[in-house]
Structures are given as structure tokens and as C-alpha cells.
């Protein structure tokens, strides 16, 4: 469904991708995995269109996606959830689920999916026109989740959806991880809680400075011990 090849990104002086390559097929999970600055948040924003790419190819379902726009590419059905939620604080969380499908014309559509994302997230309902900068942080993760579905997209892509939750929360993020792939939808995740993100991946990429180093069916790579060593925090 998506493809990369030899992607390349420079911030200035930085080359923060040296050559990225890799696949996410259709109804997969697909997680990047590896230290900090290793480049998983920079490929998330070149396939968005949220930094330039020097070199190399993006395509998506067959079409090149490399230069496109991200208001485009969200038209395409690529969604990101960025590291550190961005909710919109001072709108409720009604506002903000509808804020997530303001490419679409559907409205009675719109309404059943905020409802069935009520479902998946019973507390956004009881908390539907709480001001969403009042929400604690775990809640705000699920909004920022719901609200990226609400542009009901193909590919969602997730950094860090774990990032400064309570163990019980990092448990709840990877369960609706999992249900909203069980409902028919491609995963590109990045996280730093590396094991968790591998057993729930079909596959995964462990980048190094810039580049792809090891790459493997998700719980082989989880089970692999320079991963383990390096990643995992066990010999
Ligand atoms: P983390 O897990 O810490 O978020 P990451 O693997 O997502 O790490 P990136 O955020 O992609 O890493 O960063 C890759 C490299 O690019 C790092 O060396 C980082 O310092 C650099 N970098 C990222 N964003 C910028 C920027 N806006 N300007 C300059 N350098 C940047």
C-alpha cells in the first residue's frame, strides 16, 4: 500500500534520513522501532509532506506522493497522529473529533462515526463537551486517535501513541491499537516502548541513525537478541 524507497532528508546540515526503504501491505501493522533521534518521528513527516525530501520515491496505493501536499495526501487517506497529541485545548472534544473529518462532506456519515468512535472511547462521550485541554493525558490520547479516524483514513500513522501514559493506559492505547487494525485498517507505528509495539506488529524496521539496520516479522525482531540488547533494555 505504501512504499518508500532510498528516502533521504536533511535538516540543514543534518542528514536525518540516509536512504530509508521499506513497505507497509494493506492491513498490516508495520511499526519502526529504534533510539532516540533515530530518525522514526522524521519518516512519519516526509510520507505527511510535513518535511521536504531530498531524495528518493514515496508512493501510495501506486501514485507518487513524494512532493504532494499534506492537505492532498490527508485527501488520500494518510492521517497522522503526531508525538504529543496536538488536541485543540480550548475546543471541547466534540469540536475536535469534528475538526478531524473537515475534508469530508458526509454529515449524517460523520455523525455515526463520532458515535462509533464514542463507542471505542466511552470517556470522550462522558466528556463530550468538556474543554479537551482539560482532559487528562491519556484521554487526550484517545481523542487525538479519534480524531485522526474521524478523516477515516486507510493508512493511520501513529508516533509515540504511548508516550507519558501510566502503564495501565500504554496496556489500553495498544488494545485499541490492535481493534481499530481488527476493524480493517494499515498501521505504520513508531514507539519507543519497542517490545510492545513488536509483538503487536506484523512486521517491523529498526532504524539506526538514519538507516534501516534489521528488519523482520515483529516478533521475531522482538525476540532477536541485538534487539533485545540494544532496544529492549534485556541481554
Ligand atoms: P525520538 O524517538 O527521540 O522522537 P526519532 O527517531 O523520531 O527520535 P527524529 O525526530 O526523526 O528521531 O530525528 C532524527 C534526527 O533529526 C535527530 O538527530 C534530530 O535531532 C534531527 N531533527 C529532527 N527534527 C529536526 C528539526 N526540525 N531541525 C533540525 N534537526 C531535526
Do not use: C
Not at 543534518?14 to 518521528?41: D, R
Not at 522524521?42 to 521536504?52: E, F, K, Q
Not at 469534528?98 to 455523525?111: L, P
Amino acid at each position: 500500500m505504501l512504499k518508500i524507497e532510498d528516502l533521504h532528508v536533511y535538516y540543514g546540515g543534518i542528514h536525518a534520513l540516509k536512504g530509508i526503504t521499506l513497505e507497509v501491505p494493506e492491513n498490516k501493522i508495520v511499526t519502526l522501532v529504534g533510539a532516540n533521534g533515530a530518525g522514526k518521528s522524521t519518516t512519519l513527516r516526509a510520507i505527511s509532506g510535513l518535511v521536504p525530501v531530498a531524495r528518493g520515491k514515496i508512493t501510495f496505493r501506486g501514485e507518487e506522493i513524494t512532493r504532494t501536499k499534506t492537505a492532498e495526501i490527508v485527501k488520500k487517506g494518510i492521517t497522522l497522529v503526531p508525538e504529543g497529541r496536538r488536541i485543540f485545548a480550548n475546543l471541547t472534544v466534540l469540536e475536535n473529533l469534528n475538526m478531524g473529518a473537515y475534508a469530508r462532506t458526509d454529515k449524517e456519515e460523520i455523525k455515526r462515526d463520532i458515535q462509533r468512535i464514542y463507542e471505542m472511547f466511552p470517556r470522550l462521550k462522558e466528556r463530550e463537551w468538556q474543554a479537551a485541554g482539560t482532559l487528562s493525558g491519556g484521554e487526550q490520547q484517545m481523542l487525538a486517535v479519534g480524531r485522526a479516524l474521524m478523516s477515516r483514513p486507510a493508512l493511520l500513522m501513529m508516533d509515540e501513541p504511548s508516550l507519558g501514559l501510566a502503564p495501565l493506559l500504554v496496556k489500553e492505547v495498544f488494545r485499541i491499537i490492535k481493534d481499530i487494525y481488527s476493524k480493517g485498517m494499515t498501521i505504520l507505528l513508531i514507539e519507543q516502548n519497542a517490545t510492545a509495539a513488536l509483538q503487536v506488529a506484523d512486521y517491523g524496521y529498526v532504524l539506526e541513525t538514519g538507516n534501516i539496520v534489521l528488519q523482520g516479522p515483529g516478533k521475531e525482531l522482538a525476540a532477536n537478541d541485538e534487539v533485545k540488547r540494544a532496544y529492549l533494555g534485556k541481554a
